[in-house]
């Protein structure tokens, strides 16, 4: 299996572009819009398992593009949770791959980027004093 591709700002923090700027990637899509309510369509079971994933999910991880992955993983953990005494291998790779994808295993969780909450203009801005010059 290929090696994941890093985020670019872990690729900045390392110096990576320093070195070789042709590197940088020209642009990467920014995380948009919260990941919202469990999709129609979903048991009772597979609902639980996805606001059980969401609540254990690094906060500023899940967007609205992760839903798919989510939904995938939700149905999944249900399924293994569902109480057969003989568990599918390929449902125990599919659970651990969509794990990985999410961060949510040891090995995983260093790879993930958060998003950083946009900081609004400083409301106290107006007031500050301006530099005092050479004396």
């Known amino acids: 299996m290929a090696r994941p591709?890093?985020?670019?700002?872990?690729l900045e923090?390392?110096?990576a572009f320093?070195?070789?700027?042709?590197?940088r990637?020209?642009?990467?899509?920014?995380?948009?819009?919260?990941?919202?309510?469990p999709p129609e369509g979903l048991s009772?079971?597979?609902?639980?398992?996805?606001?059980?994933?969401?609540?254990?999910?690094h906060k500023g991880t899940l967007c609205r593009t992760d839903r798919l992955v989510v939904e995938h993983l939700a149905r999944v953990l249900a399924q293994l949770r569902g109480g057969?005494?003989?568990?599918?291998?390929?449902?125990m790779i599919r659970f651990e791959m969509c794990l990985g994808r999410l961060g949510m295993s040891p090995a995983d969780r260093s790879?993930?980027?958060?998003?950083?909450?946009?900081?609004?203009?400083?409301?106290f801005e107006e007031f500050k004093r301006p530099a005092a010059g050479p004396r």
Do not use: F, M
């Open 13 to 15: 923090l390392k110096g």
């Open 25 to 37: 990637r020209l642009e990467e899509p920014e995380p948009e819009g919260e990941i919202g309510d």
């Open 44 to 57: 009772e079971a597979e609902r639980a398992c996805w606001l059980e994933v969401v609540d254990l999910a």
């Open 111 to 123: 790879r993930v980027s958060v998003r950083k909450p946009k900081r609004d203009a400083n409301p």
């Open 5 to 10: 591709r890093k985020p670019t700002n872990v």
């Open 84 to 91: 057969e005494h003989y568990i599918k291998t390929d449902l």
């Open 18 to 23: 320093a070195k070789n700027p042709q590197r």
